[in-house]
């Protein structure tokens, strides 16, 4: 069945799948939760004199799997809510298939596809934090402690806002209806690599404003809380596209003011 044309989804099946997702997010963000805190009380208790601050710690595979399971987490309950719409709509499209005796995979494979392409993304920035971290450039909280690097992130951050690979991954994201017609394919392979490719162009379209975190704290609640509404505003309200761009010119100029604060 090819997603031309979608009837209303019912109700309870609207909530059905609201519930599901908002649950998946609210363990998500209270496993973040408790991982602050810990991590806050940690970060206290080894912070007893000026050496121990210094010293670079070695990662051990341990410490890897668990910040790579951190971002994995992370990902889950700020990028979750953002893919709400699509699968609102891929229900829709799941539903009228199986009216029509021809039932198609699963709203969850389709989810799982989505999830595994930020699963990978973490992969990429636990590389990332290790790399920082072995460099010296990120405190006890995950916070990066050079300026050069802030101001680097902010600038490129705000710089990708405007370009037009930014714009077409989140009109792809804006446009749910759209990216199915563009990207069906039958069978659970299917629904699982339209979940990807969706999650791709989400990670597209997010990216670069996820290495803020490494900016404003990879654990701070308020600061992750600010990214997922800022991502929240661009795909999904009506001038969410403009509000990018108005976002990406202050953070170039934000950018700029640290790199002149600096020299």
Partial sequence: MHPSS??????????????????????????????????DAMSVMSMSSVAEILTIRVWS?????VMFLMWTVMMIGMMVPTAVPMTLVYATVARKAEAQQHPIA????????????????????????????QAALLSPMMVTTSPTVGATLLLAAGIYQLTPLKHACLTHCRGPLHFL?????????????????HGFFCLGCCWILMGLLFLGGVMNLLWIATIT?????????PFGPQAGRVAGIAMIVVGLVMFAGIH
């Fill in 6 to 39: 979608v009837s209303p989804l019912p109700r309870h099946d609207k909530i059905a799948i609201l519930f599901s997702l908002g649950g998946v997010t609210l363990l998500a963000w209270t496993y973040l939760v408790d991982m602050a805190v810990s991590m």
């Fill in 229 to 237: 509404l800022f991502v929240l505003i661009e795909k999904m309200i």
């Fill in 181 to 197: 017609v563009q990207h069906w394919r039958p069978g659970p392979l299917g629904a699982l690599r339209m979940g990807f490719e």
């Fill in 106 to 133: 699963p709203t969850s494979v389709f989810i799982v596809g989505y999830v595994s392409a930020w699963t990978l993304f973490s992969l990429g920035a636990t590389a990332a934090q290790w790399a920082l971290d």
């Fill in 61 to 65: 595979g341990r410490d890897f799997v």
